[in-house]
């Protein structure tokens, strides 16, 4: 059975750094392409960042560049958001996805990622 657990999420203030994990159960993680989105309160789900099945690749939402980061640890079965300079508009569920593809070019949509979190509250506060 899929799983996917995120956590670190929380209450933090502008300026603040958080770094969210997101836990696989997946088989060969290292095959799975993951990807993190969020959805902030009254808004649809968006794309925030992206890494390829062997890290050699990432994408990010042009909003969150040269603030988060991601990255995986296969032997770990796990990926990290790791998020620097948090905003208020930077508040959100955030959720993990993933979908079994060595693709080096990564969709930003969220429809084509298979598996999914149950997401995890990040609250920045101004």
């Known amino acids: 059975q899929v799983q996917l657990v995120e956590s670190g999420g929380g209450l933090v203030q502008a300026g603040d750094s958080l770094r969210l994990s997101c836990a696989a159960s997946?088989?060969?993680?290292?095959?799975?392409?993951m990807g993190w989105f969020r959805q902030a309160p009254g808004k649809e789900r968006e794309f925030v960042a992206a890494?390829?099945?062997?890290?050699?690749?990432?994408y990010y939402a042009d909003s969150v560049k040269g603030r988060f980061a991601i990255s995986r640890d296969n032997a770990k079965n796990t990926v990290y958001l790791q998020m620097n300079s948090l905003k208020p508009e930077d508040t959100a569920v955030y959720y993990c996805?993933?979908?079994?593809?060595?693709?080096?070019?990564?969709?930003?949509?969220?429809?084509?990622?298979?598996?999914w979190g149950q997401g995890t509250q990040v609250t920045v506060s101004s």
């Open positions: 996805a993933s979908r079994d593809s060595m693709r080096k070019i990564l969709p930003t949509d969220s429809t084509w990622y298979v598996y």
């Open positions: 997946l088989g060969t993680f290292s095959r799975y392409a």
């Open positions: 890494i390829t099945w062997s890290g050699g690749t990432t």
